[in-house]
């Protein structure tokens, strides 16, 4: 999006397990405090174009986030209300696994336009996806799922371009596919990307 001309922030809403700071390159970096009309403000790092925001870039990455889930949810809040992001086309939030305090607090906070739900094509992560899923489809919430990505399908190694070895089983996308169907019948707005 972001190559494309569009403004981007990305919000790493994941408070106990933060990747973003990492993935990034942007470990022990501090995002900057600014004055707004009297209210102090975080301004956002930026790499590659898009605005980021972590709370690994808040706190001490050798030490863990212990708080629960009000506290987690105050850090959300604040990362909604008190970021300057500017003006934005794209706000993505990386959320953390599981339909907890930290989803709700978000879908309160701002309107979704919407989601993509992103699982390994394992049971147990199927199981979380499907439980996702279903959170934000509900009525009151009502957030529109746009796809499902499944990570880790199989690997390539360098030495073997033309080899494909499925690290879980290779029928994986067509498991993965069910679970969303089965999960939203009739509905043919699900895509499926496979990596």
Same mark, same amino acid.
């Given at each position: 999006?972001?190559?494309?001309?569009?403004?981007?922030?990305?919000?790493?809403?994941?408070?106990?397990?933060?990747s973003v700071p990492?993935?990034?390159?942007?470990?022990?970096?501090?995002?900057?405090?600014?004055?707004?009309?009297?209210?102090?403000?975080? +301004?956002?790092?930026?790499?590659?174009?898009?605005?980021?925001?972590?709370?690994?870039?808040? +706190?001490?990455? @050798?030490?863990?986030?212990?708080?629960?889930? #009000?506290?987690?949810? @105050?850090?959300?809040?604040?990362?909604?209300?008190?970021?300057?992001?500017?003006?934005?086309?794209?706000?993505?939030?990386?959320?953390?696994?599981?339909?907890?305090?930290?989803?709700? !607090?978000?879908?309160?906070?701002?309107? +979704?336009?919407?989601?993509?739900?992103? @699982?390994?094509?394992?049971?147990?992560?199927?199981?979380?996806?499907?439980?996702?899923?279903?959170?934000?489809?509900?009525?009151?919430?009502?957030?529109?799922?746009?796809?499902? +990505?499944?990570?880790?399908?199989?690997?390539? #190694?360098?030495?073997? #371009?033309?080899?494909?070895?499925?690290?879980?089983?290779?029928?994986?996308?067509?498991? !993965?596919?069910?679970?969303?169907?089965?999960?939203? #019948?009739?509905?043919?707005?699900?895509?499926t990307k496979y @990596?």
């Amino acid at each position: 999006m972001a190559e494309s001309g569009a403004k981007v922030g990305l919000m790493d809403a994941d408070i106990y397990g933060p990747s973003v700071p990492i993935m990034f390159g942007v470990r022990g970096e501090r995002p900057l405090m600014k004055e707004v009309n009297g209210k102090g403000v975080i +301004v956002p790092l930026e790499r590659f174009g898009i605005r980021l925001l972590s709370i690994g870039l808040l +706190v001490d990455e @050798s030490k863990a986030v212990v708080w629960r889930g #009000p506290m987690a949810s @105050s850090a959300i809040r604040q990362f909604v209300t008190d970021v300057d992001w500017g003006e934005l086309d794209y706000l993505i939030v990386d959320m953390p696994p599981g339909t907890g305090d930290i989803h709700l !607090t978000l879908l309160q906070l701002i309107k +979704v336009s919407g989601v993509v739900i992103v @699982s390994t094509p394992q049971d147990v992560a199927l199981a979380d996806a499907k439980k996702g899923i279903a959170m934000f489809g509900q009525a009151q919430l009502n957030a529109r799922i746009l796809g499902l +990505v499944e990570n880790m399908s199989y690997f390539t #190694p360098a030495e073997l #371009p033309d080899n494909k070895y499925y690290i879980f089983w290779k029928t994986g996308r067509t498991k !993965t596919s069910r679970a969303i169907r089965t999960t939203f #019948p009739g509905r043919n707005t699900i895509g499926t990307k496979y @990596s």
